[in-house]
């Protein structure tokens, strides 16, 4: 239960409109000839238009549909720690999951993340929110007390923040003047018209070639996100909208009832609990650093612990895809590069192993 795993559908969709400033009036798109056209925007536009729909209303239109998250990093394949929709993060770095998303209000919102043999669910209705737990029979009841922020502290499916949402946030957190910013208005994503939004590092020590957000033509939601490495053709990471349909889902989505035998565990959210988790993630923040700027910045942090689970701890399986190197063990993927120093150490960006090695030695 960390800040950041909660999807939140409009603080997503705001996060567009703050790049707005960095980019001004933005270039005029540059119009590729095909259907469907959309009209004209310039960047500064667009993102215009993405803070009107979060802001009318109060919050974006309900809606309802299928998210893809597909990687392509060139990681071996990695083990199972038999923790079926719930698994180790490191899962998600390789092959394709899906998460199907229903959003009726910012109070009534649901997310189910399917595997081969299971499910979990996260069920948000009112004041009360249920989390479905299938591999573990177990559901979580849980209620929110005076002054508790919900969006902050609920427990989600691991793969619940990789929404085209969530990832457009951080990659337009990058624009700026490290990035070179292009729109087109001829693609289609679900098959609904969209913009894309290419962003493109200035630096050219980036792995990253471009990153490509597609924008809804008529509802300017993020649809789908694109990141391709250098000299790839393919995307080394994809988030994209499947299915989608911009009406209220039916009531009895967020319903929902403990199957017969199943745990049922209470808990109570307060605003102590909110207090707590800041102090730790104040802590996790003083713990890491950052080297560097813009698309070649590389993050330091100490090397994270995983919880064995049924014999198999995900990060010692990971390693041993490592090079070592001196100082420690890389491992290096299309997009990105990580190095486990000997002192305990990680450092992660979508730069070369040098450059990790050099930012190692910045004490």
Do not use: C
């Amino acid at each position: 239960m960390r800040r950041g795993k909660f999807v939140r559908w409009g603080v997503p969709i705001a996060a567009v409109v703050v790049v707005g400033a960095a980019i001004g009036t933005g270039p005029v798109i540059a119009a590729v000839s095909g259907d469907p056209a959309l009209p004209e925007r310039t960047a500064a536009e667009l993102l215009a238009d993405a803070s009107a729909a979060v802001h009318n209303g109060g919050g974006p239109k309900p809606m309802s549909g299928t998210v893809l998250e597909t990687a392509s990093l060139g990681l071996p394949a990695l083990p199972s720690t038999g923790g079926g929709a719930d698994a180790s993060p490191l899962t998600m770095l390789s092959g394709s999951h899906e998460v199907k998303v229903w959003y009726g209000a910012r109070d009534k919102i649901r997310l189910a993340l399917p595997s081969q043999m299971s499910e979990t669910n996260l069920i948000v209705n009112g004041e009360q929110a249920w989390y479905w737990n299938s591999d573990e029979n177990t559901a979580t009841r849980v209620k929110f007390a005076p002054g508790a922020d919900k969006q902050d502290q609920l427990p989600t499916p691991s793969a619940s923040d990789l929404t085209p949402q969530q990832a457009a946030e951080k990659a337009l957190a990058m624009v700026g003047e490290y990035t070179a910013v292009s729109v087109t208005n001829t693609d289609e994503v679900a098959g609904r018209p969209v913009y894309q939004i290419v962003l493109a590092p200035k630096d050219p020590g980036s792995l990253v070639q471009d990153v490509r957000i597609a924008v809804d033509g008529e509802n300017y939601v993020p649809l789908r996100v694109q990141v391709f490495a250098k000299g790839s053709a393919e995307a080394a990471f994809e988030v994209k909208f499947t299915e989608v349909t911009f009406t209220p889902p039916a009531e009895e989505n967020f319903a929902f009832t403990p199957p017969a035998g199943a745990k049922v565990v209470d808990k109570t959210i307060g605003a102590k609990d909110g207090a707590d988790r800041e102090e730790r993630a104040k802590e996790l923040t003083d713990a890491a650093k950052v080297v560097g700027e813009g698309w070649t910045s590389v993050a330091v942090l100490p090397m994270p612990k995983a919880e064995a689970k049924d014999g198999v701890d995900p990060i010692a399986e990971f390693l041993k895809t490592a090079t070592p190197v001196e100082g420690g063990k890389v491992i290096r993927t299309k997009l990105l590069t990580a190095l486990v120093t000997d002192d305990g150490r990680l450092l992660v960006g979508a730069v070369t192993p040098e450059v990790l090695q050099k930012a190692a030695q910045a004490k």
